[in-house]
């Protein structure tokens, strides 16, 4: 039996370049994430803030989420070569972002579920403190998302395509920033004004806003673990590639999988009136440099 986690292979799979700024950076915000995560938990619960302990649930999603965004990069990188993996590893990211976004859902869930429990039996609310701890924890949101932001925009800086991994890092830091901004916004009413009904009511808010955009992700990830590819811009440039290449080209099947950021492998069929050459073709194609992995197929007409 031929072990293939032994053999060496003559073709390359290693389309997708990992974001080596963006691993370490990731590392560094998920330190202050952990930290601050803990004292918003603890902070809500001893202080009696539905907004506050919201805001920490919904960090322990962020920090979920960062471990996950960073692991993806370490395996990515590490199987980038690794010939099991017909179409690279790019899909390793993919995956984590997509169970990013499941993780949004739960905790958004649950943030409904609390305030309203919190709406039927009120609580003593310390204001000063936990409006307090509500800033740190917006501040560390800001400092996590400059982190992310600055190696959003370092590794686009050649190319036209998100990492959808650090995006939804990124949007989870985001998520958790506004939750901070709406905490500290129904505490300060709650202090000034005796608003006491604002905290939970804020915990629903943030919790429609976490929901919007984590199926706003489930849609983009998932589109792309299912190869739901074959409506964008790149599928209409190869078939008028084929056309300005030879005219009476009949297409009878075309596949577009997305291998990377900014790559896609390439599967074709073509028949013709006249002998087709197939390097001739797909020399033609590798202009295109978001085409890799090219495979041509003959049949006759």
């Keep these: 039996m031929i072990n293939h986690t032994?053999?060496?292979?003559a073709y390359d799979h290693g389309f997708h370049s990992s974001n080596d700024i963006a691993k370490k950076n990731t590392l560094y915000a998920i330190i202050f994430t952990i930290i601050m995560m803990v004292a918003e938990i603890i902070g809500?619960?001893?202080?009696g803030s539905m907004a506050l302990l919201a805001d920490?649930?919904?960090?322990?999603?962020?920090?979920?989420?960062?471990g996950l965004a960073y692991f993806a990069y370490i395996i990515s990188n590490r199987y980038k070569s690794d010939g099991r993996f017909n179409f690279g590893t790019y899909k390793i990211e993919i995956l984590a972002s997509y169970t990013s976004a499941l993780s949004?859902?739960?905790v958004a869930f649950l943030m409904i579920y609390h305030?309203?429990?919190?709406?039927i039996n009120p609580q003593t609310i310390a204001y000063k403190e936990a409006i307090f701890i509500a800033i740190i924890g917006l501040v560390v949101n800001l400092i996590c998302a400059w982190l992310l932001r600055s190696s959003h925009d370092h590794h686009n800086h050649d190319h036209h395509h998100?990492?959808?991994n650090l995006k939804a890092a990124y949007m989870h830091v985001i998520a958790d920033a506004l939750t901070s901004i709406l905490a500290i916004i129904a505490l300060s009413f709650g202090l000034l004004f005796g608003a006491d009904f604002l905290d939970p009511l804020m915990g629903i808010v943030g919790a429609i806003l976490i929901l919007v955009w984590a199926m706003g992700l489930l849609r983009q990830s998932g589109k792309i673990l299912l190869d739901a590819n074959m409506n964008e811009p790149i599928v209409g440039e190869v078939i008028d590639i084929l056309r300005l290449f030879r005219s009476d080209l009949i297409?009878?099947?075309l596949h577009l999988i997305k291998v990377a950021k900014d790559k896609y492998a390439c599967i074709i069929s073509l028949s013709s009136d006249e002998p087709l050459d197939i390097e001739?073709?797909?020399?033609?194609?590798?202009?295109?440099?978001?085409?890799v992995h090219i495979l041509v197929e003959i049949y006759p007409k």
Excluded at 115 to 119: A, D, R, V, W
Excluded at 280 to 291: A, G
Aim: glycine fraction near 4%; proline fraction near 0%; charged fraction near 25%.
């Design 251 to 253: 297409i009878k099947d």
């Design 280 to 291: 001739s073709i797909k020399k033609e194609l590798s202009k295109h440099k978001e085409l």
């Design 44 to 47: 809500g619960i001893y202080f």
């Design 162 to 164: 998100d990492d959808l």
């Design 6 to 9: 032994q053999m060496r292979y």
């Design 104 to 106: 949004l859902l739960v």
């Design 56 to 66: 920490g649930w919904h960090m322990s999603s962020h920090a979920l989420a960062l």
């Design 115 to 119: 305030s309203i429990l919190k709406f």
